[in-house]
């Protein structure tokens, strides 16, 4: 019954390598998001899907792609993986629109490049 | 554009002391308020929130009160444990709802 969900928990790739991390909700929610949490804990925005429409793209290198199979999916995708790109990435979900509602995280996929 | 901005850590204090953590936001409108946990290892969880000016967000004997003339949403606890060590974060959804920004996390150690 987990809300939202994300695999692998752990990932752990040589610098080269091209690596999906996917991430599902169960909160009937209409939108997705990725967020990448460095070693300092800061969080980035990096993807939005609502709808199976892209809204938001912080400046994020093009080999990170999301792909969205439905509004209960939201996957990403790294190509040519960099060492600094090592860091944990959060799937969140909420509905748009609705200031009252916050979002929910997934538990988190932590991302070691070597 | 809109920003929340949190006191910088890492705090340190014993167990059963007093906890304050700062949160001030800059927003058009009316902004709904948010703080968020995240115990080690873990994903971030929602804390409490307030949506309109003077609510307060209780959750787990925390509090917060949303304080529009101050732009402040700071977040307390009476008695601390150990088990409250993780990181918070205070975060903002715009009054648009479409919008979230989250402060750069405070890291708090509860010791003994």
């Known amino acids: 019954d987990t809300a939202v969900s994300q695999t692998p928990k752990y990932l752990v790739t040589q610098m080269g390598n091209d690596k999906s991390i996917k991430c599902e909700q169960n909160?009937?929610?209409?939108?997705m998001y990725w967020y990448k949490q460095d070693s300092k804990k800061f969080l980035k925005i990096m993807f939005s899907?609502?709808?199976?429409?892209?809204?938001i793209n912080e400046t994020v290198p093009n080999r990170f792609s999301p792909k969205s199979p439905d509004k209960a999916h939201l996957n990403l995708h790294i190509n040519s993986l960099e060492l600094g790109d090592s860091a944990v990435y959060f799937c969140?979900?909420?509905?748009?629109?609705?200031?009252?509602?916050?979002?929910?995280f997934g538990s988190g996929t932590r991302l070691t490049v070597v | 554009g809109d920003s929340v901005t949190q006191m910088e850590g890492p705090v340190t204090l014993s167990e059963e002391a007093f906890l304050t953590i700062n949160c001030t936001y800059t927003a058009t409108g009316y902004p709904s308020l948010f703080w968020y946990v995240q115990y080690p290892g873990e994903g971030l969880q929602l804390l409490l929130k307030?949506?309109?000016?003077?609510d307060k967000g209780s959750n787990k004997g925390f509090e917060a009160t949303y304080r529009k003339e101050t732009t402040s949403f700071h977040l307390e606890k009476g008695s601390v444990q150990v088990s409250d060590s993780a990181v918070y974060f205070c975060?903002?959804?715009?009054?648009?709802?479409?919008?979230?920004?989250f402060g750069t996390g405070t890291s708090l150690t509860v010791i003994p």
């Open positions: 307030a949506t309109k000016a003077d």
């Open positions: 899907y609502n709808n199976k429409e892209l809204i």
């Open positions: 969140a979900s909420s509905h748009e629109g609705l200031g009252d509602y916050g979002y929910t």
């Open positions: 975060a903002l959804r715009d009054a648009s709802g479409n919008q979230f920004y």
């Open positions: 909160l009937g929610h209409d939108t």
